[in-house]
């Protein structure tokens, strides 16, 4: 939950798109599992506290973080590779197969892509989040990433420095707002929408970015430049 919102707080979803198709292009890589749970934050500048017991200091310490304003530090990496696949034409080496409970699952998501899958996942996610006014532009591109890719249209809201909070839309209901009444229901027939009308589920790396690239002056220049 934390991750998806820091993926495109912080405009890292290119750069999760941008290690996919790197790895594409070198070995045929493909994760075959890639949901936001499988995309881990990691903070080059945390300092380490280790819990009482595994270290010499007696007192109950944590992992220390730093904040937003050192943003420039978090970095995201793809974790989990039981699904993983390379390309023949691409790999020298192959991976070990995986159990019959594992095919099945794999079937499941059968012809279903990295950028799909994750934008899928991130759609029930981030869907009525509220996000910094100053974020609009980036987000609201995201969001329309998510729809052409998925079909599934989700909601936001952005409040800027004086408090004030708003969506864009002309009639609000409860259920647009993460916290609303009825808004479990909608994360399910997102998730059932997605799977029933499928949409772009091939779409490559490659081609999220060059989206990407291609409409960020439009969503610029509707709704104002986001800060990097």
């Not at 996919?20 to 599992?33: N, P, Q, S, V, Y």
């Not at 937003?68 to 390309?87: N, T, V």
């Not at 509220?130 to 936001?156: C, D, F, Y």
């Amino acid at each position: 939950m934390v991750v998806a919102q820091s993926i495109a707080s912080h405009h890292h979803d290119v750069a999760v798109f941008g290690y996919l198709h790197e790895a594409w292009d070198k070995i045929g890589f493909t994760h075959g599992d890639l949901n936001c749970a499988n995309v881990m934050e990691h903070r080059g500048d945390a300092d380490l506290y280790l819990p009482a017991g595994f270290g010499n200091d007696e007192e109950t310490q944590m992992f220390k973080l730093p904040g937003d304003e050192e943003a420039e530090q978090l970095e995201f990496r793809i974790i989990d590779y039981g699904h993983a696949r390379l390309a023949k034409n691409k790999a020298l080496a192959k991976l070990p197969k995986a159990p019959g409970l594992e095919r099945s699952y794999r079937k499941w998501w059968e012809g279903k892509g990295d950028v799909w899958r994750l934008l899928q996942d991130m759609a029930v996610t981030i869907d009525g989040r509220t996000w910094p006014a100053e974020e609009e532009a980036h987000v609201r591109m995201l969001i329309g990433l998510i729809r052409k890719v998925t079909g599934v249209t989700i909601s936001a809201f952005f409040k800027d420095q004086t408090g004030y909070k708003y969506s864009g839309r002309e009639m609000e209901m409860p259920w647009h707002n993460r916290s609303g009444f009825g808004h479990n229901i909608r994360k399910y027939r997102m998730r059932i929408w997605a799977f029933s009308f499928q949409r772009n589920t091939h779409i490559k790396p490659i081609e999220a970015l060059q989206w990407m690239k291609g409409n960020e002056d439009y969503y610029k220049v509707k709704y104002g430049k986001s800060e990097d």
